[in-house]
């Protein structure tokens, strides 16, 4: 059965390399390379791959938001991550999206062929040093009696907000609060989850899956 892959990346290293680790296997056909988020937008309905490596880190967007916009235009596409994020809050986000495989770039042909085979089969490939991070939280999780930060209704709402990267002023106005009760609910949040500042504060919520 031919296999007919794209790539999306912004470095053309990348999108030499893949094709060319993956010469003198007639079953696979490399049938479109994107370096950006608005290309792959433009020609996934033309070249029509099975199979989707995909970058986090692009020019015009991230990985991360564009595979959810793939996977409405073209729901049985299957999207492999294929990156140098190594985060666990990356790869959760990723696979939350509908995402069907997680890479980091320092993989070999056997692994991406193997990986291909796998989400076209169906299933979810993850690559082992994922997989082990992945357990390691939820046994971290257990041992913390999976206790997760239980939010008020308005401090969740803050919280979307700041995911939104929306200012103090711009919360205030969207919630019909002032922005001295809006510092407070930040406040509140960062303290319920041991945040320091906003970009800790995404990162826990995302953990504990409060995003």
């Known amino acids: 059965m031919e296999i007919k892959i794209a790539i999306t990346d912004d470095h053309k290293m990348v999108l030499q390399g893949i094709p060319s680790m993956l010469q003198g296997s007639p079953e696979l056909k490399i049938v479109g390379l994107y370096e950006n988020g608005k290309q792959t937008i433009e020609q996934i309905g033309i070249d029509m791959p099975d199979v989707l490596f995909l970058d986090i880190n692009l020019p015009d967007i991230n990985g991360i938001d564009l595979s959810k ?83 008020t209704r308005r401090e969740h709402d803050v919280l979307i907000a700041i995911s939104e990267e929306l200012t103090t002023q711009q919360i205030s106005e969207k919630l019909f609060i002032s922005p001295k009760t809006v510092e407070t609910h930040r406040m509140n949040i960062m303290s319920k989850l041991g945040a320091k500042n906003s970009v800790g504060i995404i990162k826990i919520a995302i953990e504990k899956e409060l995003l």
């Open 69 to 151: 916009k793939l996977l409405k235009l073209q729901p049985d596409l299957k999207i492999i991550a294929l990156t140098n994020f190594e985060d666990i809050s990356f790869v959760r986000r990723m696979l939350k999206n509908g995402v069907h495989g997680y890479l980091l770039k320092n993989t070999d042909k056997l692994e991406l062929v193997t990986a291909m085979k796998t989400v076209l089969s169906g299933e979810l490939f993850l690559q082992k040093d994922i997989q082990s991070r992945l357990i390691q939280q939820r046994v971290k999780k257990t041992n913390d009696n999976g206790l997760i930060p239980k939010l």
